[in-house]
T-cell receptor
Framework: DTEVTQTPKHLVMGMTNKKSLKCEQHMGHRAMYWYKQKAKKPPELMFVYSYEKLSINESVPSRFSPECPNSSLLNLHLHALQPEDSALYLC????????????FGAGSRLTVL | AQTVTQSQPEMSVQEAETVTLSCTYDTSESDYYLFWYKQPPSRQMILVIRQEAYKQQNATENRFSVNFQKAAKSFSLKISDSQLGDAAMYFCAYKRTTNFGNEKLTFGTGTRLTIIP
């Protein structure tokens, strides 16, 4: 298995909803990443987990709450989001070997109404 | 802070022809990695090619090759024999060498490549 799987592919939520994005990989990678990508813009780093511990938080608002319950799974919990949070959320992972390359998932397209 | 600049927002090339995408970056580090990723309409970021800064030899992957000029901080991508499946947004990216899991991939603004049949 050489993939990063993200679910759901599309999510529409209201500003008062609570939802979660899920990311899963079975490549034994011990670093996992969340990126946010607005339309026609490059991805921007949000969080990095290394060995299931949060190692980087790029000053992301607390309405985004990451969680790494085990080495294969990364969640992004969403609460009280704003319409400007609508974006493509990309998950990526990296192993210790593998030439410093991040493997990306296909993303979750989030729309906040 | 490291910055990555792609000065060509859009490029087009005739099928089977060759095209070069430009990328420059700014860093004070001596050891780092450079990447080209493509993002087709399917949205998934796919690695095209990578280059380690300590290697003088330019990386090559089949029809894709780079021209890495470390002193000039330039990292261009050449696509030979362009194919319709090459149509995508291409991002140049930089990553400095640091501890595993404590690293940040910085992307340029992207170049949208159109292949003309």
């Amino acid at each position: 298995d050489t993939e990063v799987t993200q679910t759901p592919k599309h999510l529409v939520m209201g500003m008062t909803n609570k939802k979660s994005l899920k990311c899963e990989q079975h490549m034994g990678h011990r670093a996992m990443y969340w990126y946010k990508q607005k339309a026609k813009k490059p991805p921007e780093l949000m969080f990095v987990y290394s060995y299931e511990k949060l190692s980087i938080n790029e000053s992301v608002p607390s309405r985004f709450s990451p969680e790494c319950p085990n080495s294969s799974l990364l969640n992004l919990h969403l609460h009280a989001l704003q319409p400007e949070d609508s974006a493509l959320y990309l998950c990526a992972s990296r192993g210790l070997l593998g030439a410093n390359v991040l493997t990306f998932g296909a993303g979750s397209r989030l729309t906040v109404l | 802070a490291q910055t990555v600049t792609q000065s060509q927002p859009e490029m087009s090339v005739q099928e089977a022809e060759t095209v070069t995408l430009s990328c420059t970056y700014d860093t004070s580090e001596s050891d780092y990695y450079l990447f080209w990723y493509k993002q087709p309409p399917s949205r998934q970021m796919i690695l095209v090619i990578r280059q380690e800064a300590y290697k003088q030899q330019n990386a090559t992957e089949n029809r894709f090759s780079v021209n890495f000029q470390k002193a000039a901080k330039s990292f261009s991508l050449k696509i030979s024999d362009s194919q319709l499946g090459d149509a995508a947004m291409y991002f140049c990216a930089y990553k400095r060498t640091t501890n595993f899991g404590n690293e940040k991939l910085t992307f340029g603004t992207g170049t949208r490549l159109t292949i003309i049949p």
